[in-house]
């Protein structure tokens, strides 16, 4: 028979956020140009890898249309390291990786 409900032993409620262990909203802006696809790849590519400064990451979200064109994509982050903003940026030009906010479930 399937379980309907609370499913611990002490029926004791977890706050947390729903959003994962760390969730972490980063912008990507361009100062000067509209930011390509090719150059929002290569940013999410060092994100989601593990390297000697931070932890891979999960992309759960992108806002921003690379498309349409735009200086400014938000990207929701998942993950239990820190973002490594020094490096995401990969030297792609006028381009800057800043952590907006974070929410952690803990």
């Known amino acids: 028979m399937a379980k309907i409900g609370q499913d611990k032993v002490n029926g004791a409620i977890d706050a947390g956020s729903g959003l994962g262990p760390n969730t972490v909203i980063v912008s990507v802006t361009d100062s000067v140009n509209d930011i390509t696809e090719s150059d929002l790849d290569s940013i999410v590519s060092f994100l989601t890898r593990e390297t000697d400064t ?6 759960a979200g992108v806002a921003g249309d690379v498309a349409g064109g735009t200086q400014v994509v938000h990207l929701a982050l998942q993950g239990t390291g820190t973002v490594d903003t ?21």
């Open 54 to 59: 931070q932890s891979a990451f999960t992309v």
């Open 86 to 106: 020094a490096n995401a940026d990969l030297s792609v030009a006028n381009t800057t990786v800043a952590v907006v906010c974070t929410f952690a479930n803990s």
